[in-house]
C-alpha cells in the first residue's frame, strides 16, 4: 500500500487580499471561519488511495443516496497548528492523531489511511495557508482531517469508495471568555458509549448521540455535560467530547486521577500529553476509576481540590460547579486551580514555543 504520493497543488487563482483575510480572522471564535484550500484524496476498492490533491476551498456534490448519509461511516480527528515567534510553524503530535484516526477507521469497517499520507495531507494544507495560522496569544490554526463513505446505494454493508478530506479554520478560545472554569451536569438518563461500543473512536454518530444530553445540560444552566459509564450510571467517563482530569490535595504533594480507558472512553492525545508533563513535575499521577459519589464526597471533605477538561481544541478547561438531579456542588473555590493553570500553561509553553520540546512532541512545517 502506498504510504506516500504527491498532492497535486491547484491553489485557487484569486486568492484572497491581506486585508480581506484579516478581516476575517478578528474574533474567528471556533469553527466558523475556514481557509481558503482544502486536501481531498479518494479510497476505493481495488485501487486504495489515490488523486491526491489540494483545491480551492468548496462545496461538495453530494448524491442522495451516498451511503454516509444512511449508515454514517464519518470519523474525524482534531489538531493545531502553532506560529512561533520566530515564524515558523508546527503542529503538536500530528502522528499520534493518524494514529487514532486509524483506529477510528478500523472500528467503522474504512480503510486505515497511512500515518505518513495523514501527515502529509495536514503539511500540505499548511504550507498553503501558512498566511491564515494566526500568531495571537490562544489562537492557532484548527485542522480538521475527516473521512466518509461516498458510494451510492441503499445496502447495509461497508462502503467501497471513501473521501478523505483536511481543512482548516483560525481559531480562538473554544469557549468564549477564555479560560473560566464551567458548570456540568451529570447525566443520568442518558449515556455516551457502552462497552463495545464505538465510545473509542471519533466518529460522527458519537457526537450526534450526545447533542440531547448537551441540550439538557443547557436546560438545567450547564456549560457541559459529564457522561458515566452505560453499566451502573455511577462511574465517570468524560466531559463532553473532553477528557476529565480530578486533583486530589495541593502543592507538590498533589496526586492526579483521570478516568482509565475502558474502551468507551476518547483516547485524548492532550490526555496522554498531561500524563507525562505532570510527571515531569513529580505529581503522582494514575488512571483509575472515580465514581459520582467519590466526587461529591471528596469536594466536601476537601480531598478533591481541582477538576479539570482537557481536549484539542480548548486544551484545558477548569470544572468550577457540578449538577445533577440529586445533588450540586461547588469544586473547590469554583475557580481555576494551581495545578490546573499549572498544568496548562506547561503544555501551551511548548506548543506556542515558549518552552523547551523536550519530548519531540513539534511537528515543523515551514
Avoid at 453530494?62 to 489538531?79: C, K, R, V, W
Avoid at 455535560?225 to 452505560?230: F, G, K, N, Q, R
Avoid at 511548548?350 to 518552552?355: E, L, M, P, R
Wanted: one cysteine or more; a negative charge; proline letters at 5%.
Amino acid at each position: 500500500m502506498t504510504t506516500s504520493m504527491t498532492i497535486d497543488l491547484k491553489p485557487t487563482a484569486t486568492p484572497l487580499s491581506d486585508d480581506e483575510r484579516a478581516a476575517r480572522m478578528t474574533n474567528p471564535g471556533f469553527g466558523r471561519v475556514f481557509t481558503e484550500h482544502m486536501v481531498t484524496i479518494r479510497w476505493s476498492e481495488g485501487r486504495g488511495w489515490h488523486d491526491a490533491q489540494l483545491t480551492p476551498y468548496a462545496s461538495l456534490d453530494i448524491d442522495p443516496a451516498n451511503m454516509t448519509l444512511h449508515y454514517g461511516q464519518s470519523i474525524f480527528e482534531g489538531l493545531k497548528a502553532y506560529r512561533h515567534a520566530d515564524g515558523s510553524i508546527v503542529t503538536f503530535r500530528p502522528e499520534e492523531n493518524a494514529k487514532r484516526f486509524q483506529a477510528s477507521a478500523r472500528r467503522l469497517a474504512m480503510p486505515e489511511i497511512p500515518v505518513e499520507l495523514f501527515v502529509e495531507a495536514c503539511d500540505a494544507l499548511v504550507k498553503q495557508d501558512r498566511a491564515w495560522v494566526p500568531g495571537a496569544e490562544e489562537q492557532s490554526l484548527y485542522l480538521r482531517p475527516f473521512m466518509f463513505a461516498t458510494e451510492v446505494g441503499l445496502g447495509v454493508r461497508p462502503s467501497n469508495e471513501f473521501l478523505f478530506m483536511v481543512i482548516a479554520s483560525p481559531a480562538g478560545a473554544y469557549f468564549a471568555g477564555g479560560v473560566k472554569p464551567v458548570s456540568v451536569w451529570l447525566s443520568k438518563e442518558y449515556v455516551r458509549a457502552a462497552p463495545g461500543g464505538t465510545g473509542a473512536a471519533k466518529c460522527a454518530g458519537n457526537y450526534a448521540a450526545s447533542l440531547v444530553a448537551q441540550a439538557q445540560a443547557a436546560e438545567q444552566g450547564c456549560d457541559q455535560v459529564v457522561w458515566l459509564d452505560a453499566n451502573e450510571r455511577r462511574w465517570i467517563e468524560e466531559m463532553g467530547g473532553m477528557n476529565l482530569y480530578f486533583v486530589q490535595g495541593s502543592g507538590p504533594g498533589a496526586r492526579i486521577l483521570t478516568p482509565s480507558l475502558t474502551g468507551s472512553l476518547l483516547p485524548g492525545i492532550t490526555r496522554a500529553s498531561l500524563l507525562r508533563l505532570a510527571e515531569d513535575r513529580g505529581y503522582a499521577v494514575e488512571e483509575g476509576k472515580i465514581s459520582v459519589e467519590d466526587w461529591q464526597a471528596g469536594t466536601a471533605d476537601g480531598s478533591i481540590t481541582e477538576v479539570f477538561a482537557c481536549g484539542t481544541a480548548a486544551v484545558i478547561t477548569p470544572v468550577g460547579s457540578v449538577k445533577s438531579t440529586d445533588a450540586s456542588w461547588t469544586v473547590g473555590d469554583g475557580g481555576a486551580g494551581p495545578v490546573t493553570m499549572e498544568l496548562r500553561k506547561a503544555l501551551t509553553d511548548i506548543q506556542t514555543g515558549n518552552a523547551a520540546d523536550t519530548h519531540d512532541w513539534l511537528h515543523k512545517i515551514v
